[in-house]
C-alpha cells in the first residue's frame, strides 16, 4: 500500500511552473487521501484563483503520482477555501523566494 510521505515526495517533485518552488513547500497541498484500493486523492490549492496553471499542473500530479508502485488512479481537486497566503510556504520556500532573511547560522 502507497504511503502519504510515498505521495509528498513525488508531489515535491512537481514546482509551480511560475515559481521555482514545489508545491509542498508553497503549501498548496491541503490533503492526501488513499483509498483501500490504493486510490489517491489529492486536494490542493493554487496561488491565485484563475491560475493558467492549474491543469497543467493537475496533469503532472496525476501522471506522477500514478508511477509510485500499487497506485492505480489519482484525482486532484483544486479547492480555494481556505484561500492560499505566503503563510503556508515552508522555512525553505521563503528564503529561496526573498520572504526571509538568512539567518547567520545559515549563511555559514
Excluded at 486523492?41 to 493554487?46: N, Q, V
Aim: aromatic share 4%; proline share 7%; with cysteine.
Amino acid at each position: 500500500m502507497v504511503t502519504k510521505e510515498q505521495v509528498l515526495e513525488v508531489l515535491k517533485t512537481v514546482n509551480d511552473p511560475e515559481i521555482p518552488v514545489n508545491i509542498v513547500d508553497l503549501g498548496l497541498i491541503y490533503g492526501i487521501q488513499i483509498s483501500a484500493e490504493n486510490d489517491v486523492g489529492i486536494d490542493m490549492t493554487l496561488t491565485a484563483v484563475g491560475c493558467p496553471m492549474h491543469a497543467t499542473i493537475s496533469a503532472e500530479i496525476e501522471e506522477k503520482v500514478k508511477t509510485l508502485p500499487g497506485v492505480n488512479n489519482c484525482k486532484v481537486t483544486i479547492q480555494w477555501d481556505p484561500p492560499w497566503t505566503p503563510a503556508r510556504m515552508s522555512q525553505e520556500a521563503k528564503l529561496k523566494l526573498g520572504f526571509i532573511e538568512p539567518s547567520a547560522e545559515q549563511s555559514l
